[in-house]
């Protein structure tokens, strides 16, 4: 129900703002619409379409995941070679044109459009509603959010808050911290006025906990972003969210996770898919990670209707590193793999014949078989239909809140863990090891290092891996097939060739 909701929300946006002629849709909503808080809403449904994007890896999530020590795409006999760019993405060698990172640029300035548009139109009504007020802080609060991705991969990026724009404006590179400060004015100025219930009328929506949880974010990075850290705020953040009483651990850790999650307690904010009116199936905004990772004939398996693309895989350090009886290791696949109905599922490429085992070693990152590397199921994969998923992705989750403030803390107590950190990560310990106390932390095990482990173990594929390894500053160091560190300027990635090609007036970022 909360889906269907949001979804017709998007479908009237659709259809009420594409091709939008600003000044006569001024001169209808000023005596007719805008009255209503679904119909200030329709304006804002491209915003929120915009963000369907941020789950394909050729983007966003690609360059948070498959540049880490979480994920790879090794060459398989001869698939997933694509000039060599998984292969510089995990090697960190990548260079300023590559397709990827173009297209993570766009999709950032694509939802900023997206938000300046209604924004403005809502700024030129002359009845300011308290539905309008609310939205239009919410859009803002959205807009921080893409500026939130923008601050973190490239770091100096324009500052656009305008939608009124001479067609040849060609901004110049903001500071990082001049970006920083914009997002945490944005979203403090927003908190106040935004929607604060949670249930299926914001489900979807950048409410009020979206907020605060993205300013939690803002400030656990702020040492990073502008050279001062700002453990404080970062606690009261997340003491905004934990205080409210209105999320909670699911007991089950994979019921965030299903096709049909919308009923997580622990779910704060989510992209919405829907698997049965999906676009064509290489669009922009589908929900397809589980083709990338799955075998040709995984559908068996599965149940669905598409096969595999026989593509990324757990780089092997990382998935050996899990406690085998931690239940968040079942997020990914090894070993003899079968049809629903019990049958052995046979290779069909480099192995043909041979039954279907999926290892947990890679031979090599250029020359790997179509069995190798350990397969990611962490979603719900099982009720898969044209081409895509209908889960809605996981983008803020209350463990991560929980564990965003035990690092705080531990950061502010200088790396030594307090009882209260202790605490807050060993709620998601015992959900993960459910009735052995003795896999639970003490003040004296739970260390910076083990909490930066947690957060893979548990926030495995949600996109931060890159965002925690630079914080802790591991993110150049040597992995499985990359034996020697890479520089540092490696964690900011480079303004795309195209965007410079486009507007002289950006400058690169130093080392590219």
């Known amino acids: 129900m909360k889906k269907l909701l949001f979804l017709s929300i998007i479908l009237a946006a659709l259809f009420s703002c594409t091709d939008l002629d600003v000044d006569v849709y001024h001169d209808i909503v000023s005596e007719t619409f805008f009255k209503t808080e679904r119909q200030v809403l329709s304006a804002a449904g491209p915003a929120y379409t915009s963000l369907k994007g941020i789950v394909k890896p050729e983007g966003v999530w690609g360059l948070n995941e498959l540049t880490t020590d979480?994920?790879?795409?090794?060459?398989?006999?001869?698939?997933?070679?694509?000039?060599?760019?998984?292969?510089?993405?995990?090697?960190?060698?990548?260079?300023?044109?590559e397709g990827d990172i173009n297209a993570a640029w766009d999709f950032i300035y694509t939802g900023v459009s997206n938000c300046n548009r209604p924004i403005y139109i809502y700024d030129q009504v002359d009845e300011?509603?308290?539905?309008?007020?609310?939205?239009?802080?919410?859009?803002?609060?959205?807009?921080?959010?893409?500026?939130?991705?923008?601050?973190?991969?490239?770091?100096?990026?324009?500052?656009?808050?305008r939608y009124d724009v001479p067609e040849e404006f060609a901004p110049f590179n903001n500071t990082r911290q001049e970006v920083f400060d914009f997002v945490e004015e944005e979203i403090s100025s927003s908190t106040a006025v935004l929607n604060n219930a949670v249930d299926n009328t914001t489900y979807g929506r950048f409410h009020r906990y979206a907020a605060f949880t993205l300013l939690a974010k803002l400030y656990l990075n702020a040492e990073v972003f502008r050279g001062q850290a700002m453990w404080d705020e970062c606690i009261e953040a997340c003491d905004s969210v934990i205080n409210s009483g209105k999320f909670a651990l699911a007991e089950d850790y994979f019921e965030n996770f299903l096709a049909e999650n919308e009923g997580s307690p622990e779910n704060i904010f989510v992209v919405p898919y829907d698997n049965v009116e999906a676009e064509d199936w290489s669009g922009p905004g589908?929900?397809?990670?589980?083709?990338?990772?799955?075998?040709?004939?995984s559908n068996q398996t599965y149940d669905i209707t598409q096969g595999g693309w026989n593509g990324m895989c757990a780089v092997p350090s990382f998935y050996k590193s899990y406690d085998s009886t931690d239940i968040r290791r079942n997020a990914w696949i090894t070993g003899l793999q079968l049809s629903t109905s019990g049958?052995?599922?046979?290779?069909?490429?480099?192995?043909?014949?041979?039954?279907?085992?999926?290892?947990?070693?890679?031979?090599?990152?250029?020359t790997s078989f179509e069995d190798e590397g350990a397969r990611w199921v962490k979603y719900e994969y099982t009720d898969a239909q044209n081409y895509q998923l209908k889960n809605d992705f996981v983008v803020f989750r209350y463990a991560d809140v929980l564990l965003m403030k035990a690092e705080a803390l531990m950061r502010k107590n200088g790396g030594v863990a307090t009882a209260e950190a202790v605490d807050l990560v060993n709620q998601l310990r015992s959900r993960a090891f459910p009735g052995d106390d003795s896999k639970l932390y003490t003040t004296s095990t739970l260390t910076l290092d083990a909490i930066l482990a947690e957060r893979g173990w548990e926030l495995s594929g949600e996109g931060w891996r890159r965002n925690d390894l630079v914080r802790f500053g591991?993110?150049?160091?040597?992995?499985?097939?990359?034996?020697?560190?890479?520089?540092?300027?490696?964690?900011?990635?480079?303004?795309?060739?195209?965007?410079?090609?486009?507007?002289?007036?950006?400058?690169?970022?130093?080392?590219?």
């Open 474 to 512: 591991k993110y150049n160091d040597p992995v499985d097939f990359r034996p020697v560190a890479a520089d540092d300027h490696y964690n900011l990635f480079p303004i795309p060739q195209d965007q410079i090609n486009a507007n002289p007036n950006l400058s690169q970022n130093p080392g590219y």
């Open 70 to 97: 979480e994920m790879l795409i090794p060459t398989r006999g001869s698939h997933w070679y694509n000039a060599g760019i998984y292969q510089r993405f995990h090697k960190h060698e990548w260079n300023t044109e």
């Open 343 to 366: 049958d052995t599922l046979y290779c069909n490429q480099e192995k043909r014949g041979e039954p279907l085992i999926f290892t947990v070693d890679i031979t090599t990152l250029e």
């Open 128 to 161: 300011i509603t308290p539905a309008l007020i609310t939205v239009s802080n919410e859009l803002k609060a959205l807009r921080s959010f893409y500026y939130f991705v923008a601050l973190d991969l490239f770091g100096n990026v324009p500052l656009v808050d």
């Open 286 to 297: 589908m929900f397809q990670l589980h083709l990338w990772t799955l075998h040709f004939v």
